[in-house]
């Protein structure tokens, strides 16, 4: 494996296979398998969740890693192309990626969408800049379209929790959150459960539809797998019947990058908080899934945060499982 | 071991068997006795000492760590419970502790008091909040009224300068600070070298007296272990015959959370500085000890932080040695 | 090795030994040479390169390593000596590098020239003051005068490259920035060229001269290496028939440390940009090498630093290897 970039470059036995070594690594620790290697992680955006389970995966793995974040004591980056550098910024990324990429086997980078331009996020633009510069094996650790790792923790977490691929019914629901937040999350896992098979419902107000082409790909890959996508803006209808509903808040499609329209429409959206009377014609055993970090009374009420639905820690403790699959396979040679 | 959280909850055959261990780790290396264990650092006040010291602890055991702090790019944690997170904070310690702990076979965690209310930081209130959170092994890397890191490499300190836990006298002097600090060495301390069984004074000026139950706790297990526990704001009288003085700034406990009344308490008492002159009548070979950070020329005269009375150095040295004895019983699996 | 801190304390052979030892752990690695070792790394100075590379290096070799800088939440470190520590910072260097260095087998440290006095930095004053402070081996990672491990990389890229060490043309030269720089990249990369017995331009406008006694050292090391330096303000003359250019900015020694003059005097010379025009008359293969980073447009045009005479990146995964090498030699107990 030479990049993790995107779960559209797997069939779905590879993605099993990658679950089924995750769940051997939890069970039967390899603490040799990537001895003396090197794993490169560029923060060009804030984390925790990730920062610290990709450091914990090459530890338990044998190896070790080195952070370079933004707020680091370092001279400013400079991401634009053909400028001459004479201002705050003392060091270009086209010299700082290749060479913090030199010092490992592999790179995880992440740059968040700069959330101007649909066009330009929805190409990855940003992203394909940075990782054209290198050509040592690369993990997307959350770029404006895509989160690859979530999503195999994610499709982990409900093989985890038995929800069924076939048949089983998945709300991704746009959720309230006081400031507009990327794409890459609902689109990347709509796409996934749409992968996995499942009956997919994304469930958001208006305004808040997800661009046509994730649409369009997220159904194509459920015909194919056998099950189907659908949008909606009826709660009820949504839920009925639901294994699973995995909130999010994301920004307006409809006003992307003009953050007062956006700010004017989510306004009054304040009700999409998820609470217990969103579960009344779900199955009994419906679940909660959120990739974190979430935030309580607003995105989700805290009886079901903190209830028995709630499946968020298990969730995230997927993601370090997950990365260190595809570590193991990038890295450890034998797989 | 499921908890390092109070020397109280050992015994003084335990506590020395934790120190043989340290020795014995610093003179026979063991690189593999920890390999691909993984240990969790949460700080959510500042650190120098114990950030270095644990993750080189970790490091010589063959296993690694990660740290989470609050000065690192992610999103400011809410700690409050029952909030509506619709402020800055994007994340809750519910999820952030739990998740973080979730990566590593422990989790050491830092938080300092509030310094509000004397009976909630008596009672290690927030501390108890964090760590009831998870059921992984955690170690207290200093609370509101612990920090037993500190006290066993304290102890282990006592020991290698064969200052004698029979009939050794040990000074806790308060000194002075531009800002009130907090209780938790003192407490602990004092609590330490009276479980060792020595003859503790605690020097200090009137409105500092620690807090009766600790000193109730301390002279209890002074006299169970053959020692004693007195108090004075007698210099002369403290320092008679003294093996040791233990130098340490605290708030005013009389204006507990008082800012300006303790302010205005302190601001009389500058002369309050370790000097050789503190020394007249203790032992020839009387050794200075403090937890570090120090200011010189404000806590302890230059003359005596450079001289052969000081063990400071040697005392946080043994920081490291006395965690990897904890990490080694707590993680190691066979002792 | 008890120290590595100036190119100028090993023999030719010597530092072929560490070139050869860097190829090696490249082509065979060695990732049980280290188990168990631990390296602190201090930064009193912001870095990039140095603190990744070094990280990897010390993970590659089965070791590990912490990091200290300045802008983490520590308390604040005073470096004045004889002070009454009653203001911001908490902690003094007496003590925090001691502390530091006594959790590590070897310790690497990063303190820039404070550029007010040359006779001062010239001395490399507040890095000795420093290394005073401990007696375990140390690594200098860049002070005032001295970047041994950039100058070890860079003879290795030097060999990489199979640019001659006898009767190869290196020229040093001064580049436009916008801000004064240290003298130590420029100083110790003349002295490390004219020790592989190179001939040696220092190409610089007025007022920019490297100091005498670096002249010096340098002029007596080409000779008895069978190289020579000299140093001139012409191009055109400068680059005939070169195999190499090492562009760097740095400060008017003419007015150390007098901010406003050195602004005065650089202000004219935006056009010490090195573009293809510069190589005109150097030779077809001539390189372009710069320790990074580096500031496009202002230092070097693209053209040059995107083309195939710009070896940079290759240069600074050097940096890795060569103190791979060092630290092998350092702390593997067996060379």
Redesign the interface.
């Known amino acids: 494996m030479k990049t993790f970039n995107d779960l559209a470059d797997f069939s779905n036995e590879e993605i099993q296979d990658l679950i089924s070594l995750a769940n051997r690594l939890d069970k039967r620790?390899?603490?040799?398998a990537l001895?003396?290697?090197?794993l490169?992680l560029l923060?060009l955006s804030?984390?925790?969740?990730t920062?610290?389970?990709f450091?914990?995966a090459?530890?338990?793995?044998?190896?070790?890693?080195?952070v370079?974040?933004?707020?680091?004591?370092?001279?400013g980056l400079?991401t634009r192309p053909?400028?001459?550098?004479?201002g705050a910024a003392?060091?270009?990324i086209?010299?700082?990626v290749?060479?913090?990429a030199?010092?490992?086997d592999a790179i995880g980078i992440r740059a968040f969408a700069e959330r101007k331009n649909l066009e330009h996020d929805m190409a990855d633009t940003d992203f394909h800049a940075l990782t054209s510069l290198i050509d040592t094996p690369y993990i997307n650790m959350e770029s404006a379209m895509g989160h690859p790792c979530q999503n195999l923790a994610d499709w982990k977490t409900l093989d985890d929790y038995d929800i069924p691929a076939h048949g089983g019914k998945f709300v991704l629901s746009w959720a309230y959150h006081?400031m507009a937040l990327p794409l890459a999350v609902p689109s990347s896992t709509l796409y996934t459960a749409a992968r996995r098979g499942m009956d997919v419902t994304v469930l958001r107000p208006e305004g808040f539809e997800l661009p046509q082409p994730i649409m369009e790909k997220s159904r194509e890959a459920a015909a194919a797998a056998g099950g189907s996508v659908r949008e909606t803006d009826d709660r009820c209808e949504a839920m009925d019947g639901a294994h699973v509903i995995y909130a999010k808040s994301w920004s307006s499609t409809k006003h992307y990058g003009d953050r007062i329209a956006d700010q004017k429409l989510r306004n009054d959206l304040d009700d999409w908080c998820v609470d217990d009377t969103w579960f009344d014609n779900a199955l009994d055993d419906c679940r909660f899934m959120h990739c974190?970090?979430?935030?309580?009374?607003?995105v989700v009420s805290?009886p079901v945060?903190?209830g028995p639905r709630s499946i968020?820690?298990h969730e995230?403790?997927n993601r370090?499982l997950a990365q260190m699959a595809v570590l193991h396979q990038m890295l450890g040679g034998q797989s």
């Open positions: 620790p390899e603490p040799n001895k003396g290697k090197v490169s923060f804030p984390s925790l969740r920062l610290a389970s450091q914990a090459m530890t338990r793995l044998g190896g070790g890693s080195f370079i974040s933004p707020d680091m004591s370092i001279h400079e053909g400028i001459v550098m004479d003392a060091e270009h086209r010299e700082a290749p060479v913090i030199s010092y490992g006081p974190l970090p979430v935030r309580r009374g607003v805290e945060l903190d968020v820690i995230a403790r370090m």
